[in-house]
């Protein structure tokens, strides 16, 4: 047979027909619409979930698999498009009873007298959600000027330079409104940003799930900021994201820190009761991510003194801790201070310390409050942008995606650590939400240190945001998985073998 009777016969043998695939992007819309995971899907056609992952972001199965999933496909789409057209009917039938309700409402009222705005200070005569604003930001001084500092009380301990109004590097003139943005958002509108960014960096680098994860990273800032303007679409309040900062925000040296104390915990039990002890280690997730519900204040810090909190307002306070007598089992809600008299904290450890020393704990005195620097406050804020983070990362660990989870992580702990100084967030610069969210970070492992003692449990060791050491049946108290409300286990170790001899925790084994 000559060299073209073999490719006649070779071409005749072969088949031009391919089992014709969809876009790689309606693939996954197609499996997330019937709220199916990759991990259900890779199961099914016996394949793992990273197959799955590249062949949404391109990459084409061949031979029986990708029959079986162009099956699946088709079969999707015929599924989606029936229940499309049910909806339709019943909405049909039931426009004219929709017709007559509102689309949304507004949250806004005239105030019967003016009262100070919570951005810029000045009257305003009107209110949003109960918290005084300016509706039209011409009218709202912190689109024009910055406010003096007031005169600095005796009681602030370091001497202080006067400031620019301004900050060298940052982006703008150094105030920024961020504006409220609409009320109403049709769920239509509102796109998938951390999957349609995974999808077209996963196609960008052919389905190298290492490769893709690593340029996720790098560009973890930026995006955060984008879902973050995203969210704040359907917000209610405006955003001050350039004010000025008082002076114990601003660094004392180039290379040092600010006048802010986080309370940042570092603790461990002085003495175990005399014997051997199995102590597990506990790791916190998504401690940051769980933080970022707190109360932030909205607008410029304003000064204020006196022994007295306002839970309108949040923001930084000027107190003297009360003595903390339980430091044999429980850290102390300060955190590790060597130093006596007054410090300055944020919200959430004046919140904590206020609550402890209440008729319902009573653990300590309350501590006294000597002068604050806040501004009116809201706890929902970055509820959005944090449901948003939270949804991708349960779905990331459902389906085994390395790549999502490991982006989303980087955004929420880039997010945090950018706020303040930091040459790679140039649209937000709030060094005052930065130590609040850290703080509640610290507060939060504080309330899971005391609910494992008031449920029975030994706290040995409390460190940072994320580290809880117990000895007993910590599962009787806490869910185990990695969900931002479960713990997993981090290490476990022994610790005293002599039952005459008290033991102490291993300094090496967190």
């Not at 949304?104 to 919570?118: I, W």
Request: hydrophobic fraction near 35%; glycine fraction near 8%.
């Amino acid at each position: 047979m000559s060299d073209f009777q073999s490719i006649d016969a070779l071409l005749a043998s072969a088949s031009s027909d391919r089992t014709p695939l969809p876009p790689a992007e309606e693939r996954r819309s197609l499996r997330e619409d019937l709220h199916l995971t990759r991990a259900q899907l890779a199961q099914a056609l016996s394949v793992s979930p990273s197959t799955v992952g590249g062949w949404e972001a391109g990459r084409d199965p061949s031979g029986e698999v990708r029959e079986a999933y162009a099956y699946f496909l088709e079969g999707a789409r015929t599924k989606l498009a029936a229940a499309t057209a049910a909806a339709v009917g019943e909405l049909a039938d039931d426009k004219p009873a929709e017709a007559d309700q509102a689309v949304g409402t507004d949250d806004t009222d005239v105030l019967p007298a003016p009262r100070p705005c919570v951005l810029c200070g000045q009257l305003a005569r009107h209110q949003v959600e109960g918290f005084p604003q300016h509706l039209d930001p011409a009218k709202c001084s912190t689109a024009t000027s910055v406010p003096a500092p007031p005169e600095k009380p005796a009681l602030r301990t370091a001497s202080r330079q006067p400031v620019p109004t301004g900050k060298p590097g940052r982006a703008g003139s150094g105030v920024k409104v961020v504006p409220v943005g609409q009320r109403v958002q049709a769920a239509s509108d509102t796109p998938d940003l951390i999957g349609s960014a995974v999808a077209a960096v996963l196609a960008e680098h052919a389905g190298d799930v290492e490769a893709a994860t690593a340029a996720l990273i790098k560009r973890a800032i930026p995006d955060a900021m984008a879902l973050l303007d995203h969210t704040r679409k359907g917000g209610r309040y405006d955003v001050v994201a350039h004010p000025w900062l008082p002076d114990i925000l601003r660094k004392q040296t180039a290379r040092g820190a600010d006048q802010v104390w986080e309370a940042r915990p570092k603790w461990s039990r002085p003495e175990l009761p005399a014997g051997e002890h199995e102590i597990t280690a506990l790791d916190i997730n998504g401690a940051y991510l769980s933080a970022l519900k707190t109360h932030l204040p909205l607008g410029q810090l304003e000064h204020s003194t006196g022994n007295h909190h306002d839970r309108r307002r949040a923001g930084l306070h000027l107190i003297t801790p009360p003595a903390w007598d339980h430091g044999a089992y429980l850290p102390d809600p300060i955190g590790n201070r060597d130093e006596p008299g007054p410090l300055w904290v944020t919200e959430p450890t004046l919140r904590l310390l206020l609550r402890v020393s209440g008729p319902k704990y009573g653990l300590c005195d309350p501590p006294e409050i000597h002068e604050s620097w806040t501004s009116g406050a809201t706890e929902g804020l970055l509820e959005k942008f944090r449901i948003a983070l939270k949804d991708a990362r349960d779905q990331a660990i459902a389906e085994g995606d390395d790549a999502t989870l490991e982006y989303v992580k980087a955004m929420y702990s880039k997010f945090v650590s950018t706020l303040g100084e930091s040459n790679y967030n140039r649209e937000l610069y709030r060094t005052d939400w930065m130590h609040l969210i850290r703080s509640q970070a610290f507060a939060n492992l504080w309330w899971k240190a005391h609910r494992a003692y008031d449920e029975g449990l030994m706290v040995v060791r409390a460190m940072g945001t994320d580290e809880l050491h117990v000895t007993g049946d910590w599962q009787a108290v806490f869910p185990e998985g990695r969900g931002v409300t479960e713990v997993k286990v981090k290490d476990t170790y022994t610790v005293g073998t002599d039952p005459d001899q008290p033991a102490q925790p291993s300094e090496g084994s967190s």
